[in-house]
Each structure stands twice: as C-alpha cells, then as structure tokens.
C-alpha cells in the first residue's frame, strides 16, 4: 500500500529480483505475504484435493439431500446429496487451471504484438495499435458472450473466449516499454553490431519488459477467475457436474431459499481466491515498477 | 479545444468500423447457414429467399458487410428470431431500465468510493487508511454475480425488507442497483487515493503547506481539483463495464434491461439481437471513452497539447 511512496528506477527483472532491497520491501509489503500464503494453501488443496476431499465431487447420496452444514458436511449437501465442500475442494483445480491458462494465452498474444508493434513501428505499429483499440472497445465479459454465441458453451470455449478479448492491456503495456527500451543504449549498439531483429528482441528486449508484464499477469489472474466464474454461473462455462465454482453457484440459485449454503461457500472460495491474487500483484507492482502497469 | 476534440472524433472512426466487423463477423464464425441462424429453421423458403437477397448472399463477404452496415446505418437492426419483434424495438423498450439501473449503480459507487479514497489518503499510514484500502480491495475482488445472491439471501428472503426480483417499482431498484454499484467502490476509491496522494506531493501543494495554509483548504482547492481529472476519466471508462456487469445482474435480479435480452439472445440463439447488442455496448464503450478524453481535455489545458 506504499506505491506512491516508491520512486521507479530503470532497473532490469533479474537485477531488481536479485536485489536484497527488492526482496526486503516484499517481505515487508504484509497484505502481499498474506496473499502468496493464500494462494500456495490454494494450491496446496488443488494438489491434493482427492486427500482433503472426505467424498468425491460427483458422488450422489439420495438419502442426504440439501442437508445443512454439519461435522460430516462441513459445506452442506446439494440437491443430488452431494457433498458442497468436496465439490469446493476439487473446484479449486478448474479455478487456478482456468486462471492461469486464460492468462498465459493473453500474455504470449498481447506481448508478442506489443513486441511487434513497439519495435517495428511505422504501419505495423499502427496496425496492431488500432487492432488492439478495437479489441479494448469492448467489455470482455460482452465479446465473449458474443464468440460464446458462436462457438458454443463449454469450459474450453470460455478460456478461448476470454484469452482473446482480453490480451489488450497485455499488449498496450509492453508496446510502451518496448518504445521506451529503444532508446537505451545497449538497444542501438545491438542494432549498430547489426544483430537481427529477432537476436534483439530475444536478447536484450524481452528481458526487460518480463517485469511489467509478470505484474499484470498476477493483477489479470482475478479478473480471469472472476470472468470464467461469471460465465459458469450464467451457465455458459463448465457444465454440470462439473465442481467448477461458478457452475455450483448456479445450481445453489433456485435454492436460495432453502439452502442457502449451496451457493455460499463457492462464492467465499472465489472471493478469497480474487483477494489474494490481487494483494500479491499489489505487493509486486509496489516493488517492480509502479508506472508500468495499467491503472 | 475544437480542434482536439475533432481529433479525437476522427481517431475514433476506424475503432468504431472495427467494431462493427467484429460484431458483423459473430454470425459468420458460426457453424451453420446464416439464414438458419438468423430467421431460426422454421423460417419458409419464401422468407430464406427474402433474407438471402437482403443480405446479399451470394456477393463476396466484404460486400454483404457494406449491405449489413447500411441496414444498421438507417436503423435497421433485423428482426428477432424469438420475438419476431424489430430489434430496435426491443432494445428501445429495455435500454432505460438498463440505464436507471447502470446510472443508480454508478451513483451509489461514486458516492461512497470517492470519498473513502480521498479520507484514506489524507490519513495516509494510519490505520484509518488500512482499513478504508482493506475494505476497498474486499469490494475489488468481491465477484458481483455472488454478491447480488448474497444481498438477496440477507434483505429479501430472511429480513423480508425488499423484493426478491421483478421490476414493479423503486424499491425493486434497490438490490440490483447496489449488486452492481458497490463492487466498483474498490477501484474508484483505491484510484482516488493514489492520485490524490500523488498530487499532495506536486510542488504547488508543497508551496501552498508551506504558506501556512490548513491542510483541509489544501486539500479541497489545491489537490482534489488536479486529483480529479484522471478519476474522470476512470469514471467514464467504467459506464460501459457496469452495463456489461449488467448481464449477469439483470439475469439474477430477473431485471428486464438489454442485459437479460443479451442473455435470453444467446441461449436461444437469436443473432439478429446479439449482433445489435454487440454493436451497442461497443459503439457506447467507444463514445464514453471519447467523453472521458474530452472531458479531461477541457479540465486539463495539458492534455489537449499532447
């Protein structure tokens, strides 16, 4: 929470990561802490969810049908008897699978065209630059609904869906800090060397621009997560009986009334999930480059 | 100052036909015949062959697109598989409930967020300010969806105090506006903090602390009137993203805006609507962004200049 404190300095990844006073102002950053502890416990349970799991996510039990949340089930049970913590538990695999999936594809498109459009400039440059205005015109939660409409419901569809209506930010951040390497001096001497285009890009541009992009990627996980659910919920994404937690949201619905605590505890899971991603990102963009990223 | 505006109208011309190929090419990335998806497969021959016609079926695809765009051009938005209704009617019949819902949100998250921000900004590192920011990052990450069944679980079915769904009045205005409003509250607070913040450290301010002026006086004629500009701009960008947080809301809230018409045209498939949704919400990102650009030109002669 001490951004505006921190004056930002051209450092490059590796020599800030190495830096003991980079890793100082992390440990010191406690929300960020907070956030890893929760998100490597997350990743913990995904792991090992068949372990912690006491029943399967699927496994039907008619004769324990929307039962209240007890010592046997600590989330309650659904409809089909279902055990809702089991169902949380194996959840949290589609949740950091998806997430992450959905975030890797926004970065490998938006940062190889922002590489493109920043290095080469000229009419690449203003290709890619409108290309990626118009992708930005829309609300990703909209076009996706859009290609979700063509190209049919699913889990799959929704991590297409959301990757490549929301790669934008990804693209704009490092177009900038491409433009701004350019100028440096150990650019032009690769250029002056008459290295290739690529050699540079690889060699001495990427390197500096993994920062920026690593802190939007941590900052992108929630949103991703957030927007899969959402579409999981609406009914578009995983479909049943997938333990997908947007998905058993969406089943909890009609019985609000009666057992609110179907979809309760899956609400809790993706909000705790949103809250530690986003204070980890936090704590790296206070540490890394506060200019560089996106508001 | 007309002169950056027309700039920026003209910058805005090649995104908005972009957005119309894109909402053009919905249909077309759909397997299937474009005249079965559009007129549904009970549609008679005569009727197929009236489509095909209009949309010029037989032409390259780059011209039935020119066709397309002038149908939309004179308002002509097709006609809705469903309802077999005019899409411009339906639209026209739910776009103020989405706007008194997505104005009523943007309200209620402007007033609460702004002035969290600028509290916890002026109590930088206290605990005053941890609190606010906790709160304000509770909010950021709270996903809305889960939120409007948790409002609904508390307020409707066990206080009893507002209704569960429905449109049929101002109280039914309440939940849904708040679902979609409140979540925003994060962002706009955690904004409004680190620009006030960073314009508490300016110079002028500096100058003006050290003229003896009370901090408060500082705050309100010196900071908060340049900390504003870029939160403006934030404001206006955020419109068309409670309009797409609208669909999920409405969906819950059973609330008939263009939000619930996006999400009954894509289950049943009714392209002629998702088009001309896609096409509105984008053409209305596009505007408010350009607004967003304007309003920050006139409050800051800077930016006109760059």
Known sequence: ?295 | MLRYITKRLIFSIPIVLGVTLIAFLILYLTPGDPVTNLLGSRATPEARAELSEKLGLDQPVLVQYGRWLGNVLHGDLGTSILTKQPVSEAIGSRLSYTLKLTLTAFLSSVLIGIPVGIFAAAKQNTAADHISMGIAMFFYSMPDFWFGLMLILVFSLTLQWLPVSGAYGPKYLILPALALGLPKIGSIARLMRAETLEVMREEYSLTARAKGISEWLIMFKHVLRNAAIPVMVMLFLALPWLISGAVVIETIFAWPGMGQLMYQAILRKDFPVIQALLLIIAILTVLFNLLGDVVAGLLDPRIRVK
């Open chain 1, 1 to 295: 929470m001490e951004k505006t404190q921190e004056q930002s300095s051209p450092q490059t990844f590796t020599s800030r990561l190495n830096s003991n006073r980079s890793f100082r102002k992390f440990i010191r950053h406690k929300p960020a802490l907070v956030g890893l502890a929760i998100i490597i416990l997350l990743i913990l349970i995904a792991i090992f969810a068949p372990v912690i799991a006491p029943f399967e996510y699927d496994a039907q039990d008619f004769s324990s049908i929307r039962l209240p949340p007890s010592a046997d089930h600590l989330f309650g049970t659904d409809k089909y008897g279902r055990d809702v913590f089991s169902r949380v538990v194996y959840g949290s695999r589609i949740a950091l699978m998806v997430a992450s999936l959905v975030v890797v594809i926004e970065l490998v498109l938006g940062v190889t065209l922002g590489m493109m459009a920043g290095y080469f400039g000229g009419k690449v440059d203003t290709l890619i630059s409108g290309f990626t205005d118009m992708v930005w015109a829309f609300p990703p939660l909209i076009l996706a609904l859009g290609l979700i409409s063509a190209i049919g419901a699913g889990l799959v569809n929704v991590v297409i869906a959301i990757a490549i209506t929301s790669w934008a930010p990804f693209s704009r951040v490092t177009r900038a800090k491409v433009l701004s390497m350019k100028e440096r001096e150990f650019v032009e001497a690769g250029i002056a060397i008459g290295e290739t285009n690529s050699s540079i890009l690889a060699r001495y541009i990427l390197p500096n621009i993994i920062a920026p992009n690593l802190v939007l990627a941590t900052l992108t996980i929630p949103a991703a997560i957030l927007t899969t659910s959402a579409l999981s919920f609406l009914g578009f994404g995983a479909q049943p009986p997938s333990p997908d937690w947007g998905a058993i949201l969406n089943e909890g619905r009609e019985f609000l009334r009666d057992a609110w605590w179907i979809s309760t505890f899956p609400g809790i899971a993706i909000l705790l999930t949103t809250l530690a991603f986003n204070f980890l990102g936090d704590g790296l963009r206070d540490v890394f480059d506060p200019k560089q990223t996106v508001q």
